[in-house]
């Protein structure tokens, strides 16, 4: 009798296969999940004197403060030109493939492009600074677009729209925000609506909601005008929410700007947002139907740079906490700050093969940082000195290269 084993290990290297291939289409904020963590192995632990070594750089981006989303075979990355927002697609060394007009850009203040692509089976979703929702092809054609700022009559606030679509199954997310729907969910294949969230009557913000799974519910969790909410992403119902600026009353600011993804671990949640806001750790109900707050933290208060949660440790800036435009790490399960650390001004921070990424907004700086719960631990660093105005893209890491914008400008680093 034959053995079948060859035949089963065959079927199971193929089915692990399609599952890995399945989940390596989609490419998005912040990498794997939006938490700011890339899957990398055996990059280097110390940098050169000067930095690590300088792979490609491109320019005529367009300005923007959005990130790189890089591919198994390109990089996207937006842009404002003129009055236009504009994805540009590059091979991996370098070279530029197309050039697409998405939408109209926002020009009221801080003009950059905001929106990191999200790249799904194929597809890149957008979202411009004045609304204008799109799909684009990989070969730079416009699939669909639609302003759904203007559909649902919403505004935006005054530094313009800064989203990156959530996809979810076969639907890309939105949140308009103001008195017709809250968020909503597009078709992939033909912008066609899918559901809408009940309007809880407030502006939009600057946060990228993240997609999580718990009590066998995918849910998003965002934060709106004074809500943070949980939307069930099968059917768009809201599964509970909770009044911040209640609870943030006694720092005595009422401001909103939100603009931090929240961070997600094992039925816990951090939201956490800068201009002197509480920063709180919730936990979910046994059926996902409801959250209750664990800790606060009112000295802890990321504005753009987002946070990074490793073992135990949330890493991250104040902005306005005091001290101010200080890194801090916070202890996950106490939320008591661990310690605080100057080093130049706040910024973005994100994590790979345990070693932590810093890149400060004001000059440019670039640090690669040994996790510790007891101090700030700066292995190596050099300077970014090309390109125009903040420094708040935040990096990317893919297949052993780090990559850094600012304004215009493209820079990819070798790192492995």
């Known amino acids: 009798m034959k053995s079948i084993f060859p035949k089963l290990f065959l079927s199971l290297l193929f089915c692990t296969a399609s599952v890995s291939i399945i989940y390596s289409q989609l490419y998005e904020w912040r990498g794997p999940g939006r938490t700011g ?33 890089v591919t198994d075979d390109a990089v996207y990355i937006t842009g404002r030109k003129d009055s236009s927002d504009v994805l540009t697609a590059l091979t991996l060394d370098g070279k530029t ?4 007009v998405y939408g109209k850009a926002w020009m009221a203040n801080h003009t950059g492009s905001r929106c990191t692509p999200t790249y799904y089976n194929g597809n890149i ?7 204008d929702i799109v799909c684009v092809g990989s070969d730079g054609k416009l699939k669909w677009s639609k302003n759904h700022y203007a559909i649902y009559e919403s505004t935006p606030l005054m530094f313009g729209i800064s989203e990156s679509p959530l996809v979810v199954d076969n639907m890309v997310i939105a949140s308009p925000g103001g008195k017709k729907a809250s968020l909503v969910a597009f078709n992939i294949s033909d912008g066609k609506v899918v559901w ?16 999580i799974e718990y009590a ?3 849910m998003i969790i965002t934060v709106m005008g004074t809500n943070i909410l949980a939307v069930n992403a099968k059917d768009g119902k809201i599964l509970w929410k909770i009044n911040y600026p209640e609870i943030n009353a ?8 939100h603009a931090i993804t ?25 059926d996902g139907n409801s959250a209750e707050v664990v800790w606060e933290n009112r000295n802890f208060d990321p504005q753009l740079g987002g946070v990074v949660l490793l073992g135990d440790n949330i890493y991250g800036t ?19 700050t661990l310690w605080t650390s100057k080093w130049y001004s706040q910024g973005s921070v994100i994590s790979a093969d345990g070693m932590l990424y810093l890149y400060e907004e004001k000059s440019g700086h670039v640090a690669l940082v040994k996790p510790d719960s007891s101090k700030l631990d700066i292995v190596s660093e050099f300077q970014i000195k090309k390109g125009e105005g903040p420094f708040w893209a935040h990096p990317v890491i893919s297949k052993g290269r780090l990559y850094i914008r600012h304004g215009d400008m493209l820079m990819v680093y070798l790192i492995k």
């Open 250 to 257: 006694a720092t005595g600011r009422v401001m909103k700007n």
């Open 97 to 100: 493939k197309w050039t697409t």
């Open 216 to 218: 066998g519910k995918k």
């Open 262 to 286: 929240p961070t997600y671990r094992d039925g816990y949640i951090l939201i956490a947002n800068g201009y002197n806001w509480v920063s709180l750790k919730l936990k979910l109900s046994k």
């Open 196 to 211: 809408e969230v009940e309007p809880v009557d407030q502006t939009p913000q600057y946060v990228n909601p993240k997609l």
């Open 125 to 131: 979703f957008l979202i411009s600074g004045s609304g």
């Open 37 to 69: 963590i890339y899957n990398e192995t055996g990059l280097l632990k110390k940098w050169p004197d000067g930095g690590p070594g300088l792979l490609w750089e491109a320019d005529k981006m367009g300005d923007g403060y959005s990130s790189a989303t």
């Open 318 to 336: 104040n902005h306005m906490s005091k001290p101010v435009n200080i890194w801090v790490c916070v202890d996950w399960n106490s939320g008591k």
